[in-house]
């Protein structure tokens, strides 16, 4: 008995072993992204979605590899404060140049590493043109970028001087009793400097690496896999769509509402698709949405199309495909990192609640000007709800009586076609452009016109016999 359970127990292991699974050995990633040239707010936006993707990834490193003589003092600050809420690892190599907000902007990764010929430094502000910025706003500059820097710098473990002396001549930078900058001159490290130790510290940089491979060496990741991150054509594209997200509502907005006024027309509705595609697509892109977000727009719009061919007049199914559609293009521009509980506060929503006021706000008023100014061109006033009747034939339109021409209300025609609720009737031999109160029509059927206001004519069911 004892030789039989040994047996099968050997059996069970060889079987075991045979058709065991090999365990799965998950590769480390690094993920490189340039920063090269100006620094402007399309780089923050193409290093806010190359982040948020690499935090999403469990990336063991998020390396910029740095060449920049700087650029916009805002985009730096934006970019730093990236970094300071980043959960990756993130890491700086200078490959040659970290110069003016470049210098900055590394204050706010964990790790700086140096190409053996580099150079960082020099942050003093100056206008977008190159020229000393005036004396009174320079001093204002300086007073409160030295502090926020300082302090970015402090919570990554640099000496807080670094971040004065690189944007205030007048600070200078000592450690103890040695001078690094004297006062009247702007902090600049060559790589030999930046990583010269004292009292046991780098002044500023881990190290002095040839390549990518040789910093991740020298950081411990030695054996992570580099993935380069190049924004494409359209990336590039992004940052412009997000830029303009007000212009793209806009279109998207006006474009719906000319179709609505010529149903049956499909340019305008082509180009608010167009727009709105665009937005979502962008804004993805740019790393500020994902599909869902576009999914619940497009319900929203099959909800509003719903009622309108199946239950117009309800108001319940367009109601509520508004809402989802209103919603989905204000979350599209929220801030939201999938991998951080969302947090309401300005700054994720500020950005997406200023675009959507403005959008709606300039929606209105193209709205007004369309309504008001172009059904009197006589090239575009054609696409509009006008039934071009001539200025007699609208003359008893607000009393109710009919016009001299025989044409107001209380004429009848037939449906050319179906009206959903707007269309067009034949009186006569006459095709004019009219909407229902609501209600949906089929083609063929009588109506009737029951009111006419300004260029737009009403009509129902003529159920007389």
């Not at 000496?159 to 944007?167: C, Q, T």
């Not at 769509?241 to 474009?255: Q, Y």
């Not at 909800?303 to 509520?320: D, I, K, N, S």
């Amino acid at each position: 008995m004892k030789k039989f359970f040994v047996f099968w127990s050997v059996l069970a292991c060889f079987f075991g072993l045979l058709f065991a699974e090999e365990p799965v050995v998950v590769q480390k990633v690094a993920v490189v992204v340039p920063l090269d040239g100006e620094v402007t707010e399309a780089q923050f936006l193409i290093l806010r979605r190359a982040l948020k993707a690499a935090e999403k990834d469990g990336a063991a490193a998020f390396v910029i590899r740095m060449n920049t003589p700087g650029g916009s003092l805002g985009a730096a600050t934006k970019i730093l404060e990236l970094f300071l809420k980043a959960e990756v690892p993130t890491y700086t190599w200078v490959d040659t140049n970290a110069g003016s907000a470049g210098a900055l902007i590394a204050l706010g990764t964990d790790h700086i590493y140096m190409a053996p010929v580099s150079a960082i430094g020099a942050a003093a502000p100056v206008s977008s043109g190159g020229q000393e910025v005036p004396e009174t706003m320079n001093a204002k500059i300086v007073s409160y970028y030295s502090g926020y820097f300082r302090s970015a710098a402090e919570k990554k473990g640099y000496r807080p001087g670094l971040a004065e002396a690189f944007i205030d001549k007048d600070k200078g930078f000592q450690i103890g009793e040695e001078v690094i900058t004297a006062k009247g001159t702007l902090l600049t490290l060559s790589a030999q400097e930046a990583v010269r130790r004292i009292d046991g510290k780098p002044i500023l940089a881990d190290g002095i690496a040839g390549d990518i491979g040789e910093l991740l060496a020298q950081a411990g990741l030695g054996g992570a896999k580099v993935e380069e991150f190049h924004p494409s054509g359209f990336e590039t594209l992004a940052v412009w769509i997000t830029v303009l997200a007000p212009l793209f509502l806009l279109g998207g907005i006006a474009g719906v509402y000319i179709e609505f006024k010529s149903p049956g027309l499909g340019v305008p509705g082509l180009i608010a698709a167009v727009c709105f595609l665009l937005f979502f697509a962008g804004h993805y892109v740019a790393g500020l949405t994902g599909y869902e977000v576009a999914a619940v727009f497009f319900l929203g719009i099959l909800l509003v199309v719903f009622e309108v061919v199946f239950f117009p007049g309800v108001l319940f199914f367009a109601g509520a495909g508004s809402l989802l559609m209103v919603f989905s293009v204000a979350f599209a521009m929220v801030d939201y990192w999938p991998s951080r509980p969302f947090v309401f506060s300005y700054d994720t929503v500020g950005g997406a609640a200023i675009n959507l006021g403005i959008a709606a706000l300039s929606g209105v008023g193209c709205i007004f000007v369309l309504a008001r100014y172009l059904p009197a061109i006589p090239v575009l006033g054609g696409i509009f709800l006008k039934a071009r009747l001539g200025e007699d034939s609208w003359a008893g339109g607000r009393g109710g009586a009919k016009s001299a021409g025989g044409f107001g209300v209380g004429s009848t025609g037939v449906a050319a076609g179906n009206l959903r609720p707007s269309g067009r009737v034949l009186f006569g031999e006459t095709p004019k452009d009219v909407t229902t109160e609501g209600d949906f029509i089929a083609g063929g059927t009588k109506v009737r016109v029951v009111r006419i206001e300004g260029f737009r004519v009403f009509v129902e069911k003529d159920e007389a016999i």
